[in-house]
């Protein structure tokens, strides 16, 4: 069934600084940027910065079970939340999607988002030559596939395995790699020994002639 956005889940902008966001290490918050998201579609919390919030922050943290919707910049997708380690802020670069979960799964509705049909009907209501960017009315109009919960998990249960065979297939491509590349640096190490032999390095002994031995004449002096 195709429902829009705005039917499934709640939408807010993410959080704005009145001025300049700048780092403050005794913050007691952390944000995520956009540079944060991967390009896998999952959220980089290891490198994100403290802020001390203006005003207050929690309608803007994030929790499980949102997921983050890039509404400017060359990548306007979406990446699921996960479980935040500590205290975070989306920026208002970000659409935050808080869904019903007795309708949409988090995982699944940002994997719809990233499909082609909505990446689409995204970029048609897309604005800017610069830096492109959307408002929030076709965001919340955006139509997407919304099937049952049980078939909603089979869907990200299958990605998963897609993602994984993929890494696989990347490992045993580099390890196809090395092995081919070893092999070529083998042959070229024997073919450059079969031209140049090894001479034995070890100092020869000079061979001298015995002496012969004295014959002593009978009557003569020793």
């Known amino acids: 069934m195709r429902r829009k956005l705005k039917d499934i889940a709640e939408i807010q902008l993410g959080y704005q ?9 005794a913050g007691t918050r952390r944000v995520i940027q956009i ?17 001390s919030p203006e005003r207050g922050p929690e309608r803007y943290e ?4 949102d997921v983050l919707f890039i509404s400017r910049g060359s990548r306007l997708q979406a990446a699921p ?9 989306a920026v208002s670069f970000f659409y935050i999607l808080r869904p019903d979960p007795a309708v949409v799964d988090a995982a699944y509705l940002a994997w719809a988002i990233n499909q082609p049909d909505a990446q689409e009907q995204i970029w ?19 139509l997407l596939e919304i099937p049952a919960l049980d078939v909603q998990r089979r869907v990200l249960t299958v990605q998963q395995l897609l993602k994984r065979e ?17 092999v070529c640096l083998n042959a070229c190490h024997a073919e450059a020994a079969q031209r140049n032999p090894r001479r034995d390095s070890r100092p020869t002994r000079r061979r001298t002639s015995a002496q012969p031995t004295p014959v002593v004449r009978p009557g003569a002096a020793p």
């Open 17 to 25: 600084p009145r001025t300049t966001l700048r780092a403050d290490p």
């Open 35 to 51: 540079r944060d998201v991967r390009e896998d579609g999952l959220i980089d919390y290891c490198g994100l910065i403290r802020v």
């Open 62 to 65: 994030v929790r499980v079970g």
């Open 81 to 89: 939340v996960g479980t935040p380690p500590f205290p975070t802020l």
């Open 124 to 142: 048609k209501h897309a604005m800017g030559t610069g830096i492109p960017h959307i408002r929030r009315e076709p965001v919340e109009s955006l």
């Open 166 to 182: 993929a890494e696989l297939a990347a490992r045993l491509q580099e390890r196809r790699r090395e092995l081919a590349l070893a």
